[in-house]
């Protein structure tokens, strides 16, 4: 019998995901996501899986299941839920979820605009060096938003620290 790597793979995170193992939930999730190692393309099944690891408390999957809720893939589109998910992950320091969430209070998503939370979710962001969040924080210097003022030192700043993170509009 010929071993296939894809399909022990996908057994061994099956086994552990019904023992209630969140990452294994979350590792299943993207290979529902994505399509991954053989797995067909299948955002309700993602969903299932990001959301059961979610509920055992896992951040990055409550990013995941936020952008799916964003975005309606494989459910409803909530942006509800989404502002509730990427704040749970936010808060945990998933820095994606704190660039989401920046984008949602900037861009007026779902909530209001609210350029003083955008910009501290921006900022933590990228701390930890999301490189997404300081090109956005760039932009907002650059051309001054609500209350921030342009800043053209800070503008280029950003843009600096996101290229040498390899953004590529940067």
């Known amino acids: 019998?010929?071993?296939?790597?894809?399909?022990h793979?996908?057994?061994?995170?099956?086994?552990?995901?019904a023992q209630g193992q969140n990452w294994a939930h979350v590792h299943l999730g993207q290979m529902y996501l994505f399509g991954l190692r053989g797995v067909a393309q299948d955002y309700q099944v993602a969903g299932q899986h990001f959301e059961a690891a979610v509920n055992g408390?896992?951040?990055?999957a409550a990013n995941y299941l936020g952008r799916l809720h964003w975005s309606g893939m494989g459910r409803t589109r909530d942006l509800n839920k989404t502002h509730e998910l990427?704040?749970?992950?936010?808060?945990?320091?998933?820095s994606m979820a704190q660039n989401n969430l920046a984008?949602?209070?900037w861009k007026a998503i779902g909530v209001e605009r609210n350029m003083s939370m955008a910009l501290m979710w921006f900022e933590r962001a990228?701390?930890?060096q999301f490189?997404?969040?300081?090109?956005?924080?760039?932009?907002?210097?650059?051309?001054?938003?609500?209350?921030?003022?342009?800043n053209v030192s800070k503008a280029v700043a950003y843009y600096t620290n996101a290229s040498q993170h390899l953004h590529y509009r940067s």
């Open 126 to 128: 990228a701390a930890q």
């Open 131 to 150: 490189a997404q969040a300081m090109y956005y924080l760039g932009e907002i210097y650059r051309k001054g938003e609500g209350e921030i003022t342009a």
């Open 9 to 17: 793979q996908l057994r061994y995170y099956q086994q552990h995901a």
């Open 86 to 94: 990427f704040l749970f992950a936010a808060q945990r320091n998933i």
């Open 1 to 7: 019998q010929d071993f296939n790597m894809h399909e």
């Open 57 to 60: 408390g896992d951040p990055v």
């Open 103 to 105: 984008y949602m209070y």
